[in-house]
Each structure stands twice: as C-alpha cells, then as structure tokens.
C-alpha cells in the first residue's frame, strides 16, 4: 500500500507542477472579460489587413453628342457610343445652335405652343413635340429641345423651328437613358 501512495503523491506533484508551469507562461489577465478567456485563446493570433468595403465600380457618365451634318444623335457613355438615333434639326433661319449644354427640363406628353403665332397645342397624337419633351437650350423665352413628332418623314431633314425632332419610339427610348443634367453637345 505505501508504493500506491507514493505512485498517487507523484502523480499529484507531476500535475501541480504542469498547472504551475501553464500559470506561469500565460499573461495575468487585465479585465474580467480576460479571466473568462480559455487557456488555448493566448496562442498567437495572425494579423489580418483592415478592412476594405468593396464598392461597385463607377459608372462612367451618359453625354449626348449631337452632329447637325450627320442628322444624328449619339449617346455615349464613356468614350462609348451606346446607340445612336437619325434626327430632324432647325431649318434655315431656325438653326439649331451649336455648343455644350445640358437637359434643363424633361416631360411626358407635353403640349406645343407655336413660336410664331402664340397657338397653344394640347398633348395628342396631331401635338408637334410627340410624346415626350427633353429641353436642353432657352433664351428665356423660347426653348429647344429633343421630341417627338407626328411627321415621321421629317426625321432626317433641316425642317424644324431650332428643335431636335425624333421618331416617338426613339424620343421614349432616350427619355429612359437621360436625366435633368446630363451634357448635351451640339456639333457642326
């Protein structure tokens, strides 16, 4: 029985021993929270990198590039053209003007009221400007602007009062890509 005793007072001397020599290693810990940290949480944790939000990439802005001798309009985004469009522009003595400029007003179904005489138009399918209205230019009074037009076979000609006049199924089309802002550059 004294061997068994002895064996057991070994055991407990290795185990104190072990318990001492863990106590000593680990850090005294600084907080309460730390005292509830287990052993195997003091092995060294790798360093990560700070956090970086991933963010969509920018999207380039939309422009419109008008070209009077071309009788087109193009959309771009970017330095890409995204599609294009045939148009009508001012007429001798009502020329489009040309420079850079930027949509000011937008509207669906819009009525007309004649330059010349002062008649107002109510929106309908017989209304100048079509079905949608998208100014870019104005001296105050007056403004020009993209829309649509019951007389098809004027697309492609100089026929209008300054305006740009597209086919409806185009004008809707370009109502959809542009916004109050969007630059509108009108070339030779």
């Not at 193009?74 to 522009?89: F, L, W």
């Amino acid at each position: 029985m004294g061997a068994a005793a002895l064996l057991i007072s070994m055991q407990v001397s290795a185990i104190a021993q072990v318990a001492s020599a863990a106590t000593e290693e680990r850090p005294q810990p600084e907080s309460p929270a730390e005292l509830a940290r287990p052993l195997l949480s003091y092995v060294a944790e790798p360093e990560l990198p700070p956090i970086q939000p991933l963010l969509p990439e920018p999207v380039d802005p939309i422009r419109l590039v008008l070209r009077l001798n071309e009788r087109r309009v193009y959309v771009y985004q970017g330095d890409k053209v995204q599609r294009s469009y045939p148009v009508a522009i001012g007429r001798a003595g009502w020329e489009t003007p040309t420079g850079t400029f930027q949509v000011m007003n937008m509207l669906q179904n819009p009525g007309w009221t004649n330059p010349l005489t002062g008649e107002r138009m109510p929106p309908g399918p017989d209304n100048p400007l079509g079905e949608r209205w998208i100014a870019f230019w104005t001296d105050g009074r007056n403004y020009i602007g993209f829309h649509g037009t019951p007389n098809r076979n004027s697309v492609g000609r100089p026929a209008s009062h300054g305006c740009v006049r597209m086919y409806n199924e185009d004008v809707r089309q370009l109502f959809e890509i542009v916004q109050v802002g969007t630059p509108v550059i009108v070339q030779r």
